[in-house]
């Protein structure tokens, strides 16, 4: 994100004429200043959608003014409208949930130590105790909540858990290979934020073993899928995907080694996207101003 400090307005609402020029012109009438722009109307479900980046220095009055008077503009637009306003002078919190496999979690904290994500890493919260070293290196909070065997003990853990992340109330809950379903009741807390990394290019290849199961089929093409956790496991709204070619000589040891260079890019485009308000959901789908 620039330096320069920011507000940032998302709007979904009921596609009708004159919703660009009500922002546009709420904005002005405050001597707001446009520095980015997006809008999408989709025909199908009869929609609209839009992400506004203001310079906070144009406008007379602080970001909780701000969404006073927006929520004014978004009442006008109907009462289906959901909306949110954003200051990138505070910065965001993610939790990171893992387990054994380090490849995401040494890319996001190589990310965040670099600045190269908008974010405050608050703490990571693994099954195992294997990743303790790498995160505590980088001056990050690990905890280690056990997973015992049998239904009983892990919904105490998950309980434990979700008191332990819900604590930081972080903007972003990051599955960077957590390998570990989560449970309903914690799917619909973290409804839109939590970010799951799937290594496949969905909907091809849910759940375990998507490696073992594209060798099996002679894929040409694997990949990732960054997407939004629901409790229909790996079905939650596709923030972002990408693919590699592979070919009739690629071992299983090939694609996984391949696949995981895509989920390291695929997952940190997601979380950035997330994080800067670039990802509005509706319904199962999402639309991304990138």
């Not at 997973?147 to 105490?156: L, M, Q, R, V």
Request: charged share 25%.
């Amino acid at each position: 994100m620039p330096s320069e400090r920011r507000y940032v307005i998302t709007l979904t609402c009921p596609d009708t004429t004159g919703i660009v020029a009500r922002i546009a012109g709420f904005l002005a009438g405050a001597g707001g200043w446009i520095v980015e722009a997006g809008y999408h109307s989709d025909v199908d479900s009869g929609w609209f959608f839009t992400r506004q980046v203001v310079r906070a220095d144009s406008l007379p009055f602080e970001v909780d003014e701000l969404r006073r008077r927006f929520a004014e503009v978004a009442a006008e637009l109907g009462g289906q409208a959901t909306w949110t306003v954003t200051d990138t002078g505070v910065p965001k919190r993610a939790v990171l949930l893992v387990s054994k496999e380090m490849h995401c979690l040494h890319d996001l904290l190589g990310r965040v130590a670099a600045g190269e994500l908008p974010v405050k890493l608050e703490a990571v919260i693994g099954n195992h105790d294997a990743l303790e070293g790498v995160v505590r290196a980088h001056g990050v909070e690990f905890h280690h909540v056990p997973f015992p065997a049998g239904p009983d003990g892990k919904a105490a853990a998950f309980a434990e858990m979700g008191q332990m992340v819900d604590k930081y109330q972080p903007d972003a809950v990051v599955l960077a290979r957590f390998m570990q379903i989560l449970p309903p009741w914690l799917c619909e807390r973290w409804a839109g934020r939590a970010l799951n990394i799937h290594h496949s290019f969905l909907p091809s290849f849910v759940g375990a073993r998507p490696y073992h199961q594209a060798h099996a089929r002679g894929v040409k093409l694997i990949g990732a899928t960054c997407h939004y956790v629901t409790a229909d496991l790996d079905a939650g709204p596709i923030v972002e995907q990408d693919v590699i070619r592979v070919d009739h000589g690629d071992t299983v040891a090939d694609m996984v080694r391949r696949g995981r260079d895509i989920e390291r890019l695929v997952l940190a485009r997601g979380l950035r996207w997330h994080l800067e308000d670039r990802v509005l959901v509706h319904g199962n789908k999402t639309v991304v101003f990138r």
